[in-house]
């Protein structure tokens, strides 16, 4: 998986005139991240507090945790790539000290995806620290 990293996505995000642009990368995004194996697909993986299907699995190799995510919808599959981009290949006290609201606020996303969505994706956040949290 070769996702740009955080910087850059803030830097590709504020090139794009308008929101439909944005939604397309973040789209683009999901579909460079590979679909996870259907077996993996279980109530465990399941993310809580999501209103699509969302499935996280991690590994840790090296004191480094890698991610690998999917979901039933194409949007939230972006998202799921805007929060790898920032958390893969990364220590768990990179981790939890990486300030994702503040990476959320570049991206001005707060204000372009639904509740819902929001929600959905602070649920992903917080499931991948909590990951981390049990790594230490």
């Known amino acids: 998986m070769n996702l740009p990293s955080s910087q850059e996505i803030i830097e590709d995000m ?3 005139d308008d ?3 944005r939604y397309q990368y973040i789209i683009d995004l999901g579909k460079s991240i590979p679909p996870i194996d259907e077996s993996l ?3 465990k993986n399941l993310v809580r507090g999501c209103q699509s299907n969302v499935w996280l699995v991690s590994t840790e190799r090296d004191g480094k945790l890698q ?3 999917d979901s039933d919808a194409v ?3 972006g998202l799921l790539a805007l929060v790898i981009a920032v958390f893969n290949d990364k220590t768990m006290t990179q981790i939890l000290d990486f300030d994702i609201n503040g990476y959320f606020k570049a991206l001005d996303l707060e204000r372009h995806i639904t509740p819902t969505r929001g929600n959905g994706l602070q649920a992903i956040v917080a499931k991948i620290q909590a990951i981390a949290k049990t790594k230490m």
């Open 14 to 16: 504020a090139f794009f």
């Open 19 to 21: 929101w439909e642009q």
């Open 41 to 43: 697909k279980t109530n």
């Open 67 to 69: 991610f690998q995510a």
């Open 75 to 77: 949007i939230v599959n």
